[in-house]
């Protein structure tokens, strides 16, 4: 189970980053699309399809595991940070500008995605820092104690 974890928390890591890579394709595509089309779509599904769900499972692995309450939460934290992302950073960018017009105060309020965003990346990487080491003790034969104490 504790490879399953491993192997999970790398395809993880790997969905981050090709958020980081999406979110910067759709960003940047000239003349810019509306809102919730064109090459920020995937960006859209990686990030509230993909990341989370992959965050749940690796979460039941890792409690499946016994690998301790802290991987479990570090799991959980992208699920965290995608519920902060649509239920508080955009929504108060949205009370500071008018749909499909930035304003100082709507782009100031959405720094705190890329802030987020590095966020996720933390603790994806703590995550699977996490389960390799924990692979790594098992297999050593060294007493495992719980992560998280």
Known sequence: ?????????????????VQFYLATFGAFHRPQ???MAGPIVPHIINGTIVIPVLSLVIALVAAAARAGGRLVGL???PVGVVVAQLFVVFPLAGMFGEPGVSTTGSNAVLGFHAVLGLVL???????????????????????VAPAGR
């Open 1 to 17: 189970m504790r490879k399953i974890l491993i192997v999970l928390a790398a395809l993880q890591v790997g969905a981050v980053l």
């Open 33 to 35: 699309p509306a809102p």
């Open 121 to 143: 990346l933390w603790a994806v990487v703590a995550e699977y820092r996490g389960a390799r080491a924990l692979v790594r003790q098992a297999g050593t034969g060294a007493a």
């Open 75 to 77: 799991a959980l934290v």
